[in-house]
């Protein structure tokens, strides 16, 4: 029952390196998406997917790529990390809401993000 | 487009005294609302959510909101808090079902003391 499972927990990067936060899940979801999560300003939605080979920007987009090559998996690619991206990140899926309303959104345990 | 305001940074009860936690919300057409807790270097856990029916929505932990549409408010209610409902609430928005954007409150930090 391992849900969504985000990897590394914790990262420490330098100005102007890049990396790869892993995001996958096993229900079967449609939908899935990264947050950022910044104290006094809640969650803000980076990137989205509905689907395998479907992405769309969410309301932060710079500075980040996304792929969908499965169902299962979402990484979130930091091109070249800025002290500004220092953050703590989060994968969430959901079902495909085609037809239906209202769905729960599931949340990964989160990434902690340190640019220096 | 869609907003939520949690207007209390903080809130600090007593053990077993009622807690409370504000949420108010503006969307273009109907609101699917959404409550979700954060524990201490967790991810977030839904709580509860409002769709459709009765105004009143019962969720985990022996929590419940209510949906207010005259107030556009989904307030966060617990007749009795514990200590260990210590954590950062968010009340969320989606308007419309097809899109997996929710919009999230700055969130609110629960202080229960013993």
């Known amino acids: 029952n391992a849900g969504v499972t985000q990897t590394p927990k914790f990262q420490v990067l330098k100005t102007g390196q890049s990396m790869t936060l892993q995001c996958a899940q096993d229900?079967?979801?449609?939908?899935m998406s990264w947050y950022r999560q910044d104290p006094g300003m809640g969650l803000r939605l980076i990137h989205y997917?509905?689907?395998?080979?479907?992405?769309d920007q969410g309301e932060v987009p710079n500075g980040y790529n996304v792929s969908r090559s499965t169902t299962e998996d979402f990484p979130l690619r930091l091109l070249s990390a800025a002290p500004s991206q220092t953050s703590v990140y989060f994968c969430?899926?959901?079902?495909?809401?085609?037809?239906?309303?209202?769905?729960?959104?599931?949340f990964g345990e989160g990434s902690w993000l340190t640019v220096v | 487009a869609q907003s939520v305001a949690q207007p209390e940074d903080q809130v600090n009860v007593a053990e077993g005294n009622p807690l409370t936690v504000k949420c108010t919300y503006s969307?273009?057409?109907?609101?699917?609302l959404f409550w979700y807790v954060q524990y201490p270097n967790r991810g977030l856990q839904f709580l509860l959510k409002?769709?459709?029916?009765?105004?009143l929505v019962k969720g985990s932990y022996g929590f419940e909101a209510e949906f207010n549409k005259s107030q556009t408010s989904f307030h966060l209610k617990k007749p009795s808090a514990l200590v260990s409902d210590s954590a950062l609430y968010f009340c969320?928005?989606?308007?419309?079902?097809?899109?997996?954007?929710?919009?999230f409150g700055a969130g609110t930090t629960v202080t229960v003391r013993a």
């Open positions: 969430a899926s959901s079902y495909s809401p085609q037809g239906s309303s209202g769905n729960t959104i599931y």
């Open positions: 229900m079967n979801h449609e939908y």
């Open positions: 997917s509905v689907g395998a080979g479907i992405t």
């Open positions: 969307v273009s057409g109907n609101p699917y």
């Open positions: 409002y769709i459709t029916g009765d105004n």
């Open positions: 969320a928005v989606r308007d419309k079902p097809s899109a997996d954007k929710l919009s």
